[in-house]
């Protein structure tokens, strides 16, 4: 089955420019995640879609991060305007199972997308 | 003070040897333990799942879980150079979202 797609690998801006990343989850796949993962940490959660609805936004800074997942197949994750602490890689996972199952329904993620805020 | 502790390392061990990484826990709630493995400049592939304490084997890699001391730790016997990657204990506890430790990266040099 073809894995998680994300787009751009790569994206360079400047402090309070806008961005936006692309993720094509797995077919059939229900759950999305969107995780910020900065360099020497473990990926953190950001938001997560079940279908086309949010079950948890709780560490999204919502001043300056929005995502959607339209038709509850592809999101987007924008960032505007971007400050340097965004610089990270933005990962896309999803998994096939409702938000409960994580632990026998593994997370597939995508190879992520690596922010420079300059 | 974090809810999941992990040395992030760096850890270098010579090929053969055996690798033992380590995570600590703070919160009891934590009921599903997992291990990912993140080559660089990719994203983390689950290795490893568990739920109770006690031993759990696949192939070269060993998971371990201590519930009463909360220390979940992962080995690996016969260590080869495609191991080298970061490693990351996660946790999870009911139906809550994963938490994920710091990461030890790894290099097995031939």
């Known amino acids: 089955e073809a894995g998680v797609a994300q787009s751009p690998r790569y994206k360079i801006i400047e402090k309070r420019q806008s961005v936006a990343f692309w993720c094509n989850p797995i077919s059939g796949h229900a759950t999305l995640y969107w995780y910020q993962q900065i360099l020497g940490q473990g990926p953190k959660l950001l938001i997560q879609?079940?279908?086309?609805?949010?079950?948890?936004d709780s560490q999204l800074p919502k001043d300056r991060f929005s995502a959607e997942r339209l038709k509850g197949v592809d999101s987007t994750l924008k960032i505007q305007p971007a400050k340097l602490e965004d610089s990270a890689v933005y990962l896309c996972?999803?998994?096939?199972?409702?938000?409960?199952?994580?632990?026998?329904?593994?997370?597939?993620f995508g190879n992520g997308t690596r922010l420079t805020v300059t | 003070q974090k809810e999941v502790e992990q040395d992030p390392g760096p850890l270098s061990v010579p090929e053969g040897a055996i690798v033992s990484l380590n995570c600590t826990y703070s919160?009891?709630?934590?009921?599903?333990f997992m291990w990912y493995r993140q080559y660089s400049r990719k994203g983390p592939e689950l290795l490893m799942y568990?739920?109770?304490?006690g031993n759990k084997e696949d192939g070269r890699f060993t998971a371990q879980v201590d519930k009463s001391s909360k220390y979940i730790s992962l080995f690996i016997r016969d260590s080869q150079p495609s191991d080298s990657a970061t490693y990351l204990c996660?946790?999870?506890?009911?139906?809550?979202?994963?938490?994920f430790g710091q990461g030890t990266r790894l290099t097995i040099n031939p």
């Open positions: 996660a946790m999870i506890k009911g139906a809550q979202k994963l938490v």
């Open positions: 996972a999803s998994s096939p199972r409702d938000s409960g199952s994580s632990y026998n329904s593994p997370l597939h």
């Open positions: 879609f079940q279908n086309n609805g949010v079950v948890d």
């Open positions: 568990t739920y109770s304490s």
């Open positions: 919160n009891s709630a934590f009921q599903y």
